[in-house]
């Protein structure tokens, strides 16, 4: 992971509880010891008379005695993955919180709820779980536990639940924090050096994502425009017998020039948007 999971990465040299170290073993889907695997896919659309949305099946696996079974399997939608979001921050202000995908996506990018906005808030979700889970804070929550493990009634009536006593703390720990920054006058240097290098650095990399989306839309078009015409030539080539040759090698040409393209568009969105949107929502989040 070339992002900023680094933050937030697992350290062995942390501590983590008794339970975790007496229970280690290796997964058979898993290279290194580790005791919770979870896996996030299956997306399901679900269609009502108020709303259309997506469930993903979030797969848990665990060697840790705090969990009842060694494997759980529910359902959540995304909303489920915001209140999970919002519950670490309220018990853990210190602490960053990795980014969620956020619930709306750029016009003209792709289209919502089509296979391609979908895989990619799976893949984003997925990562979202196992960096908390990897977090030696974090993985221990217990409103993580019940979003891995709570079907989807029990979720819902935990949720109506009042805050907890974690939760509260937290809540004054930010009130305190709030009213405070404002009247801080004579910061130390090292904090305002980092804050200014964080500003300089959300700037450049938000210029960097618009630069990177405009090269994948141009792309998307021009890929858009070719796929048309290698047909057109093909057919031509039917038609006129002393350039058929031709017309033909053109076709060729252009359906590999097709395939380049949509290789170099795979890369850009797989490889190089998500990253680059993870900096700004990471810069976001420091700021």
């Not at 796929?227 to 031509?236: A, R």
């Not at 017998?241 to 040409?253: M, P, R, V, W």
């Not at 097709?258 to 680059?276: Q, Y």
């Amino acid at each position: 992971d070339t992002s900023l999971a680094e933050v937030n990465s697992f350290s062995p040299s942390m501590p983590i509880s008794p339970s975790s170290m007496i229970n280690q073993y290796k997964f058979e889907d898993g290279p290194e010891l580790r005791d919770l695997f979870i896996t996030v896919d299956d997306p399901e659309s679900h269609i009502t008379a108020i709303e259309t949305f997506i469930t993903y099946r979030v797969a848990t696996k665990t060697s840790r005695v705090e969990f009842d079974s060694s494997e759980y399997e529910v359902r959540r939608r995304y909303q489920d993955f915001l209140w999970l979001k919002s519950k670490l921050e309220e018990t853990h202000p210190t602490l960053i919180i990795p980014p969620l995908p956020e619930k709306f996506i750029m016009k003209g990018m792709v289209e919502r709820f089509s296979d391609e906005f979908i895989e990619t808030r799976r893949k984003a979700l997925h990562k979202f779980l196992n960096r908390i889970a990897d977090h030696p804070t974090l993985t221990f929550n217990e409103d993580f536990k019940i979003f891995l493990t709570a079907q989807a009634w029990e979720l819902s009536s935990h949720k109506k639940q009042g805050p907890g006593l974690l939760s509260r703390m937290g809540q004054t720990v930010r009130a305190v924090a709030s009213s405070v920054r404002g009247a801080v006058k004579n910061r130390p240097g090292m904090f305002t050096e980092m804050n200014d290098y964080m500003e300089t650095f959300s700037h450049k990399i938000t210029v960097l994502d618009k630069i990177a989306h405009r090269i994948y839309k141009e792309e998307r078009d021009y890929f858009n425009e070719m796929k048309e015409y290698g047909p057109i030539h093909t057919l031509w080539s039917a038609s006129e017998e002393d350039i058929a040759d031709s017309l033909k090698g053109i076709a060729n040409c252009i359906d590999r020039c097709c395939k380049a393209t949509e290789k170099r568009m795979a890369g850009l969105s797989e490889n190089l948007l998500p990253i680059l949107h993870e900096y700004i929502l990471y810069s976001e989040i420091l700021m």
